[in-house]
């Protein structure tokens, strides 16, 4: 069990963390946005893949990853058979 002091010091440090991980974003030209940043942070965390691809190629695939994400849940928002039923956008469908 913590302390409230040690859990206002936990949750201050993980506020840290999340504005140095926004702040990084910027060090990309241009800046990643947060999903981008996802892709980066998730594949950075190789360290073969970050020592293979380098942040240039890592924020494009991660900026290329993204918009096809977003086209495909856009186009899936947009079919008439998916209008009345939001999830249906976001969840895969079972046979």
Do not use: Q
Request: aromatic letters at 4%; hydrophobic letters at 40%; charged letters at 25%.
């Amino acid at each position: 069990m913590c302390t409230s002091v040690e859990l206002i010091a936990k949750l201050a440090g993980m506020a840290n963390e999340v504005m140095d991980d926004a702040s990084r974003s910027e060090n990309f030209e241009p800046p990643l946005d947060w999903r981008e940043l996802a892709f980066d942070n998730a594949v950075g965390d190789h360290t073969t893949a970050r020592s293979v691809m380098g942040d240039a190629m890592r924020a494009s695939v991660g900026r290329e990853l993204a918009a096809d994400v977003r086209s495909k849940l856009k186009y899936r928002l947009d079919s008439p058979a998916n209008r009345s039923s939001p999830a249906s956008a976001v969840l895969p469908s079972v046979s």
